[in-house]
Nanobody, 126 residues
Framework: QVQLEESGGGLVQAGGSLRLSCVGSGRPFSTYTMGWFRQAPGKEREFVAATEWSAGSKYYADSVKGRFTISRDNAKNTVYLQMNSLKPEDTAVYYC???????????????????WGKGTLVTVSS
């Protein structure tokens, strides 16, 4: 399995931006569909965005469309989540996940994830 480690979280004011990174090691990174999920206090983990190995197919949760952008650099074994126009409701622990399923399948179920990172905390103040 691939091992994942997130970074880039922090405290930001509403309207600000952050870029999260997730670096993979172990199995060939480029063969995986990569995604971001988040979990707010007291809530279930929810899908945010996903990109397939070729980066040609991407899916986003409705709540982040137009504000967040997922991208990947297979040469660097890294997937990114650029988050703009952040809102207090975006506050959560953000997790990176790897799957052999399609991005569409990942968007429908976190059960498709084979490897998770430990997460990085994003706090958006109002």
């Amino acid at each position: 399995q691939v091992q994942l480690e997130e970074s880039g979280g922090g405290l930001v004011q509403a309207g600000g931006s952050l870029r999260l990174s997730c670096v993979g090691s172990g199995r060939p990174f480029s063969t995986y569909t990569m995604g971001w999920f988040r979990q707010a206090p007291g809530k279930e983990r929810e899908f945010v965005a996903a990109t397939e190995w070729s980066a040609g197919s991407k899916y986003y949760a409705d709540s982040v469309k137009g504000r967040f952008t997922i991208s990947r650099d297979n040469a660097k074994n890294t997937v990114y989540l650029q988050m703009n126009s952040l809102k207090p409701e975006d506050t959560a622990v953000y997790y990176c996940g790897a799957s052999i399923a399609t991005a569409q399948a990942m968007s429908a179920s976190s059960g498709t994830i084979r490897s998770w990172g430990k997460g990085t905390l994003v706090t958006v103040s109002s």
